[in-house]
Every structure is written in C-alpha cells, then in structure tokens.
C-alpha cells in the first residue's frame, strides 16, 4: 500500500507539471511575451504546491502510524489490562503485535491477546487503506489552490527557486540534526559508562577485558575497561595499511594520469577500482586463508614467532582494499590540476617528472590529503577483516607479527549477545565509540589544515 501511495502521489505530481506548464503556454499564446517566468517554472511551481505538503503527509504518517494504532488497541484494552505495570503493557502489546503479523501462532493465547491482535490488525489495515487517499486529497488539494495562481504576472521562477531553496536548508538541518543526535547519544552513553568507571583508568589503563559477570561470585565478576591496548592494535593495523595504499595508491594515480596512454587507462582504472566493491568479508577470507598461513611460513624459515592471527595479515590486507580510495580519487585530483601549469613548467625548461613533483602534485595536494584521510577513515573503521585475520585478543605490542584488535570489534563484541544493556560491558561499546568519533574528528581537522595551508598557494 505504501509502493502504491508513492506512485500515485508520482503520478499526481507529474500531471500537475505537466497541467500547470501547459497553462502557462496558453496564457502565453493568448498575450505574447507577458509571461514573466518560463512555462516550465510554472508547471515546477504547481507540482511543488501539490507535492511537497502530500509528501510531508506521508512521511508523518508512516512516523506516527504505529504510535496511533498502538494506542488505539490500549484503549480497546479492559480497565485490569491497562492498569498493569508498564513493562507488562509493553510486553502484552508487544505479544499481540507479534500475533497480528503472524510471527507468534495464537492457537494457545490468551482471548485477550486474540483480541488485542484483532484491534491491531484491523487498526493498521484501516490506517495503510486510508493513507493513499489523504495523501491524494492533500496533493490534489495543493494542486487546486495552485493553479488559478499561475498568471502572467506570477513571479513562478523566484518562487520555484525559494521553494528548492528552503527544502535544500531543511535537508541541511536534517543532517546536522541526525549528527547532534548520534553525538549525544554517544556523550550520554558514555556518561553512564564512566559514572561505573573511572575516566582515568578508561584513558589509561593497559588492560582490556571487559567480560564482567552477572553475578559476584562467578568468575570474571570484575572486568578491567583499559583502551590503551584497542586503540594501539586500531593505529597499529591502520598504519600497515596506509603504508601499504598511500605509495602504491598515489604512484597509480599519478602513472594513469600523467605517462598512461588512454587505451592502457581505460582497462587499468576500472580494474582497480573493482577492488572497491569486493565485499569485505572476502578479503577476510583471503586475509585467514592465503596471508596469514604465508607469512607464518615465512616466519618459520626466517627464524621469525608470527601468530597465526597477526596485525600484519590483517593490515597488509586492508592496504590492498583501500587502495582504489587513494588511486581513483587521487587520479581525480591529478587530472584536475590545470594544463596550463603543466605547459609553463614544461615551456621553462623543466622534465615531465620534475614537473610532477614540483608543480603538479604540489597543486593537487589538498585532495591527495582528502584522499588519503577517506583511506585511513575506512581503514579505522573496518572490522571484518580484523576479526578473521587479526583476532580478538587486546595486546598492548607495537610488534605486527603479534594478534591485536581493533575499536570496531570491540564494539561489535560488546554489543553481541544476551546482557544488560545498562551494564558496564554493555555501556563501554559507547565509550569506545565515543572516543573513537573524538580520534577521527581530530584527524579531520589536521587534514583541513594542511588542506588550507597549501591551498592558499594557488588561488
């Protein structure tokens, strides 16, 4: 019902285009060269009244529609049922919801569970029925009180763009809604984190293992939360990789784009960047499988201990994935340097590669470190590859041989299984992330230093 809501409102949209533009070629027909906006301003202005309010209709609906039938069955509910404690509430709705959308067989519940389950389903039956037609009658509505407005005299351009203008600030707000959202969040959840543990022994503390115990007597009932040793293992593979992409990723960038011939490029780029779209989970794979078993082999013959988990499986691996990051948008960048640099150095004297060096990649610096920072970013956040190929187990070792972990699997791990969520273990997946967000902000701001301070150079 909600595909075929969306379709109709589609199609209601385009035939008020369509009604509003031809309107405004006959009024130009009727008086030649009175229209003071183009036709095709006029129909965009039509279908923007009849649309915009139709589609903030279904999106509030769709928001509210669970809410509203909810309490539409509590209150079909006997004076005993609601009385109850909340918890029980919930969990009788909650029984009943499950009931109506057929995941929980009702054969052996209880009348009252039957019966809320009916209220659910007729409720929300009634509700999908009814949403196309309000949502219709409110683009239809709109598209009414629209298009007797469309005159010559109307401004329909100026107010098209003032329309786009105010839907583009609000998306804008929306974004940075979500992210003050998602921060405080994160600063909440931490908050109750460290009100059980002390921020210093968070910040410095060299033992992690948070395996805390539901009850006293049981073993492990007290954990230790240092993150010392996840964030050394997080910087100890993210730099294997950016070693291993950084070079490797620029020194293609720069071949393709300055010395390869076009046909060469046009087989090259693309294959690069395929290693873009391979799923994580296969170079996780690949990593346990072929890199792991290979350098301990190597380790052995060299007289080398390599764990069978290592960081420099792990991190070698992840260079190889994040190398078309730092390639195809590095070539990018090259590319976009202006040919007229190029020509001057060349006119002056200078050799293809001194030009590169001197002239070009200096130019193309800004979105080099743009690049690279989008490199180190996916790496900090990988996390299936660091499970398969480095481990679990939180060392405090700047040895790449040794297995480490990394903050994304912890807060995976943290976050897996049956617990309480107001617990410490529970809680301390915040904590990380937290910490986490601060390390990748900081970052981000080192890049646009270095951004801005070159780029002054050649405005």
Not at 144 to 156: G, N, Q
Not at 185 to 208: D, K, M, Y
Request: net charge positive.
């Amino acid at each position: 019902m909600i595909v075929l809501t969306a379709l109709l409102l589609l199609l209601v949209v385009t035939l008020a285009f369509e009604t509003g533009r031809r309107r405004a070629v006959t009024l130009a027909v009727d008086t030649p060269r009175s229209l003071h906006s183009r036709p095709v301003y006029h129909g965009a202005f039509v279908a923007l009244c009849g649309g915009l309010p139709a589609l903030f209709v279904l999106l509030v609906w769709l928001i509210a529609h669970a809410a509203v039938v909810e309490q539409l069955v509590l209150a079909q509910l006997p004076e005993a049922l609601r009385g109850q404690q909340p918890e029980r509430v919930a969990l009788f709705l909650a029984e009943a919801r499950g009931i109506a959308s057929g995941h929980f067989e009702n054969q052996r519940a209880a009348p009252e569970l039957v019966a809320a389950a009916a209220d659910f389903l007729r409720f929300s039956t009634f509700s999908l029925r009814l949403l196309p037609v309000v949502v219709l009658l409110v683009a239809l509505a709109g598209f009414m009180a629209s298009l007797p407005r469309c005159t010559p005299a109307l401004r329909a351009q100026r107010r098209v763009e003032k329309i786009l203008r105010a839907l583009l600030a609000a998306c804008s707000g929306v974004a940075v809604l979500v992210t003050i959202g998602i921060v405080l969040s994160l600063v909440f959840e931490a908050f109750q984190f460290f009100l059980r543990v002390p921020i210093s022994e968070f910040l410095l503390g060299t033992h992690w293992s948070p395996q805390t115990a539901i009850r006293a007597d049981q073993v492990g009932s007290s954990g230790a939360f240092g993150a010392v040793p996840v964030f050394a293992g997080t910087l100890l593979i993210t730099a294997i990789a950016v070693l291993v992409a950084a070079p490797v990723g620029l020194y293609s960038a720069i071949y393709l784009s300055e010395y390869a011939r076009a046909r060469l490029r046009a087989v090259v780029k693309p294959a690069l960047e395929v290693l873009a779209g391979v799923p994580t989970v296969v170079y996780g794979f690949f990593a346990a499988l072929t890199v792991g078993p290979t350098l301990r082999t190597l380790g052995e013959q060299l007289n080398l201990s390599v764990a069978s988990e290592s960081a420099l499986a792990a991190g070698l691996v992840m260079g190889v994935m994040i190398i078309p990051f730092v390639s195809s948008l590095s070539d990018d960048v090259i590319r976009a340097v202006p040919q007229s640099l190029r020509e001057g150095s060349l006119g002056l004297g200078a050799t293809p590669s001194e030009t590169i060096r001197r002239v070009v990649l200096p130019a193309a610096l800004p979105g080099i470190v743009g690049a690279l920072l989008l490199a180190v970013s996916r790496a900090i956040g990988e996390t299936m590859i660091v499970v398969m190929a480095a481990g679990l187990a939180a060392n405090l070792t700047a040895n790449p041989l040794e297995a480490v972990t990394t903050v994304t699997v912890q807060i995976v791990t943290l976050l897996t299984g049956d617990q309480e969520f107001d617990s410490a273990k529970t809680l301390a997946a915040f904590a990380l992330g937290l910490l986490l967000f601060l390390v990748t902000l900081l970052l981000n701001v080192i890049a646009l230093s270095v951004v801005r301070r070159y780029r002054e150079q050649y405005d």
